[in-house]
């Protein structure tokens, strides 16, 4: 490990790019939305999100092991990694889903993020489905994909998800690059699980181990394994306890809100969103009247169709321009809007609707009305504060002066 990277030498002034909430572990922040103008996020800036402390991992002495329902355990070095399989690139959002909890109020458990906890990069790796081949493992696509992480305290209970063999087939990759470098130690050296389109919680870093499974890890046997799958990263209801499934067979977040057999869904794919990036709150001075607003929208592994931007909070909405999504469908979509700004105070506020038809809610519900899909354009209030869509909470106040 070189020094730098080092969780106990590196603190937050080496990153003026980020806003800490904690240092260890590193939790942090992109403190300027100005950032997310560019397609890609710096490694310097991107988000970090560390359940516990960033772990030193000797790469030399580091395996990745494929077990579980293969023809025969495997285990591989990072050299035999890198030469034995072919590599693929994806440009992909990643999604804190606790992105955005500071609107839910009653505060919800959890880290105070605002709207900082997303970025996106180039990831290159070796898809999963290459992987899961050479140890002759069975795929079918009713199976599960166990991918554990190296980073837990011997006492903690071991970071993990299940994962869908379809998805897992489809276009997960074990990523040792971000943006054409070597993995950040806190993004995941030496390597990383991406899923694209999902939210960052599956995309499990410092990767060790990918087991094969009939159903999600569930129950006594896998209990130093599953918390974070079963009991965390689902939406709950004020007053309820997860229901431990062993199989779900619907993966979308949003179908699965609105699934009678799944009652806490889990955070998998990202929900319909967006975010204006400018102006920013204040007091703006247009030379000619023309205010741009700009902003970004994304819809998981949907895809962002139309943008509307309200300068009247929410009375009255706009089509902005879409201005190009560069890198492909799991990255954002980049809006703006040229606005003839009249003086005075105004509520600037964006709303995305994808390729579904599924748009944003307006607000967030109270927790009293034990919401469990969105209903009457309020996202349900949940104890974790996860998965927050809703267009109100971002809005931006401006007064326009001459
Ligand atoms: N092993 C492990 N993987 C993990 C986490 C973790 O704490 N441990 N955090 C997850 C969460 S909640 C998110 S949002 C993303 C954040 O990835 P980043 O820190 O590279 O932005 O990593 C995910 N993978
Ligand atoms: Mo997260």
Redesign the pocket.
Known sequence: MVEKDDPKTRFKDDRPELEFLTTQPENAQVANYSQYEKFLTSNEA???????STPAIDEGKWELSITGLVDEEVTLSLNELKESFPTESVVNV?E??GDGRTAFKPDADGHQWSFG?I?TARWTGIPLSALLKAAGAVTNDDLWLTVI???APKSEPI?ARSLPMSKVLDDCLLAYEMNGELLPA???FPA?LIVPGW???N????VRRLNVMETMMHGEEWKQYSKWHQQRYRILPKGEEPIEYENVDVFDTQDQMEADAIRHPYLFDKLVNSLIIKPTKGVITPTDRTVTITGIAWAGDDIVTRVEVSTDGGETWTDAELVGQEGGQFTWQRFRYDWNASPGDHMLVSRATDDRGRGQPATISDPDEKLLQITDAKFPWNQRGYGNNAYMTRSVDVTVET
């Open positions: 991107f988000f970090i999100r560390n359940h516990y990643l804190c889903s906890a970025s992480g190296a980073d970071f806190e993004h995941g990383r939210y960052g919680n995309s499990v870093k410092w």
